[in-house]
Each structure stands twice: as structure tokens, then as C-alpha cells.
Nanobody
Framework: QVQLVESGGGLLQPGGSLRPSCAAS????????MGWYRQPPAKERGAVGR???????NYADSVKARFTISRDNTKNTMYLQMNSLKPEETAVYYC???????????????WGQGTQVTVSS
């Protein structure tokens, strides 16, 4: 069994910062990548960014220069530093991990339960 648990969401004012985290635990052999998606109310889920096992990051154009994804491989934990947040970025933020649960298994994507981020004055 593999679990991904997000934490660190919340309510904040426009222009504020937040740093949610995503911790993976359970039967984990190796993780090749982790990332974040978000789903605003009544809209589809969209990619925010990702980080590879080697530390390479990619971001959606809308968050470049404001969001930073980092990862602590020793803790199987990923962080999303979000700065200058806007009201339209109110959403449930979901993390995922692409990993192998054993040496002879294939890679599979696991998802967290989501954490709510609300940006409002």
C-alpha cells in the first residue's frame, strides 16, 4: 500500500504565500517523479508543475516565477512554494507520485486526497 498525504493548505489573502507539502509513505521502492495538479471550483483539473528524481522541474506558464517545487528524497516529501497568490488560484491542490512499489513492479501513479487553498480578501 502507498499513501500520499498533502498538508498545508488554507485560507489567505491575495498576494500571500503558502507552502503545502506532500508526503509519500508505504511500500515504495523508487520514485521517478512527483507533481501537483489543481482543480478550481466547477473547472477541470490542470497541471501546476512537477519535479523529477534528479531535481528537474517544469511548471505551467501561469505559475512560472511565482511557484517553486522542491523535494526531499530522504523523506519522500515534496513541497510547493506558492507566492503572490491570486483569487483565481483558489482550488483543491492534488499531488501525485510516479513510483514502483517493488523491484519487479511497473511504475504507477498514486494521488493524494487533495488540500484546499482559498485565496480571498
Amino acid at each position: 500500500q502507498v499513501q500520499l498525504v498533502e498538508s498545508g493548505g488554507g485560507l489567505l489573502q491575495p498576494g500571500g504565500s503558502l507552502r503545502p507539502s506532500c508526503a509519500a509513505s508505504g511500500s515504495i521502492f523508487s520514485i521517478i517523479g512527483m507533481g501537483w495538479y489543481r482543480q478550481p471550483p466547477a473547472k477541470e483539473r490542470g497541471a501546476v508543475g512537477r519535479i523529477t528524481s534528479g531535481g528537474t522541474t517544469n511548471y505551467a506558464d501561469s505559475v512560472k516565477a511565482r511557484f517553486t517545487i522542491s523535494r526531499d528524497n530522504t523523506k519522500n516529501t515534496m513541497y510547493l512554494q506558492m507566492n503572490s497568490l491570486k483569487p483565481e488560484e483558489t482550488a483543491v491542490y492534488y499531488c501525485y507520485a510516479d513510483l514502483k512499489s517493488s523491484w519487479n513492479s511497473g511504475f504507477r501513479r498514486y494521488w493524494g486526497q487533495g488540500t484546499q487553498v482559498t485565496v480571498s480578501s
